[in-house]
């Protein structure tokens, strides 16, 4: 029987290890020099021929390769990235990495809570480490996230997360940065199973949106009390909301919605960002003079409606941009964030300054996140996380990445996608 146990338990071992995500890489040992390559520093300039060094995850050196003598003896490591590009880590928003792992198997999913009103809901505490998702998001740039819940009308909390970690509390960048609000529907489905698939108005949209300043204004009243009389979990949770530690995430799209979104921050003073923004071209004097930054919704998609250009989610990133609004890029859920830099590649090619696109997915998401002290740009001081890229990394055609960095610490870039494509190679060519 022992020997049985000890059969199984070897067949069983390479089952488990490909299960697992890449092992997490050890802290920095020696300083390490990146040379030759183009530097994108994520705040809209450019290094033609740069020289970036780093030691203990700290960014040491950025400068260009051509004005300095460097002494090479000084660095355990040197990357020739002659003909190369390096970026700041991108950052995903509004995510669900971590979260989902399988859409379609709901035992998989844990980005919501039952119920309407969650705001003590912590999305940080259900962060895993080990998906599957994680390393083939990382292997396109994409190294930090926010980790947001979904469902509701208050979500709960979302945290900043870095992407190489064995735990959340070693993933956790920042925790429970801002609250997460969606905004009532002006417009519902009949829905598919009753044969009435069009869009019909919200009756309850005022009511709902009353129901909601009702809450946020009895949320407020118990922050003030100083020993509140008995403790409310969900109102605990919105305290840092109203001293301005906490940022109000309100998801909304048409226009009308934005406005009234809008309206409700600025009357209970409260520190907003607009995620989804479909209309947001339609809004931007009331964005720039509010000063409400933007998460825009993916731009590889269809319009909202039928009477818009068919490429207006192509051109809105450009229309925030010439009016001095600082937006970043969303995408769907958990595994399309691996498509975040395209998004922005998309923009583009409909006016967007490239690296306007580079610094939407870096410098300008930092800084919404309130995270720029450390993280989003290559300047001396700040974490060095960043990675090395064959081609255009918001091109998918010449995107390959081929050296990665958390924190100084160069991670593992292999997934499970590219685990399959060596796996059924290997058939081909036996089978050729």
Do not use: C
Not at 236 to 262: C, D, W
Not at 320 to 343: H, V
């Amino acid at each position: 029987m022992a020997k049985l146990y000890t059969l199984l338990a070897a067949a069983l071992v390479p089952i488990s290890l490909l299960a697992q995500s890449p092992i997490p890489a050890p802290p920095q040992k020696g300083a390490i020099l990146i040379l030759g390559a183009t530097a994108h520093i994520g705040n809209g300039t450019t290094i033609t021929s740069s020289a970036i060094a780093f030691n203990k995850g700290k960014l040491t050196m950025v400068a260009d390769a051509t004005n300095i003598r460097i002494d090479r003896t000084q660095f355990s490591k040197i990357f020739d990235a002659t003909g190369k590009h390096v970026y700041p880590g991108f950052i995903a928003t509004d995510s669900q990495l971590g979260l989902v792992e399988v859409d379609a198997v709901r035992a998989t999913n844990d980005q919501s809570e039952t119920g309407a009103l969650n705001p003590n809901a912590r999305s940080i505490i259900a962060y895993n480490t080990d998906s599957e998702v994680t390393p083939t998001v990382r292997s396109n740039g994409v190294l930090l996230a926010q980790v947001s819940p979904v469902g509701g009308t208050l979500s709960g909390s979302s945290s900043v997360v870095q992407l190489d970690a064995w735990n959340w509390e070693d993933a956790t960048v920042k925790a429970d940065e801002g609250q997460h609000l969606n905004w009532p529907a002006l417009r519902s489905w009949g829905g598919w199973d009753t044969g009435n698939p069009e869009q019909k108005g919200n009756d309850r949209y005022t009511k709902d949106i009353e129901q909601i300043q009702a809450y946020f204004n009895d949320a407020k009243g118990y922050a003030q009390l100083e020993q509140p009389s008995m403790s409310n979990p969900r109102f605990e949770a919105m305290k840092p909301l109203f001293s301005g530690k906490q940022t109000l995430y309100i998801h909304a799209n048409e226009a009308k919605a934005i406005r009234a979104a809008v309206e409700f921050a600025v009357a209970n003073q409260l520190k907003m960002v607009l995620v989804g923004g479909d209309d947001a071209w339609q809004e931007t004097t009331l964005l720039k003079n509010n000063n409400i930054p933007v998460m825009l919704n993916r731009t590889q998609r269809l319009p909202a409606r039928e009477d818009e250009d068919v490429d207006q989610p192509f051109k809105t990133a450009k229309t925030l941009y010439d009016a001095g609004i600082t937006f970043t890029f969303s995408d769907d859920g958990a595994w399309k964030q691996r498509n975040l830099s395209f998004e922005a590649g998309q923009a583009i090619g409909f006016g967007l300054p490239s690296e306007a696109a580079v610094a939407a997915i870096t410098l300008n998401t930092a800084k919404i996140l309130q995270i720029d002290a450390n993280y989003g740009s290559l300047e001396t001081g700040k974490s060095a996380t960043l990675f090395i890229s064959e081609g255009d990394a918001l091109d998918m055609r010449t995107n390959q990445v081929t050296a990665a960095f958390i924190d100084g610490r160069e991670i593992n870039l292999d997934n499970k996608q590219k685990e399959l494509s060596r796996k059924y190679s290997e058939q081909y060519k036996r089978n050729k």
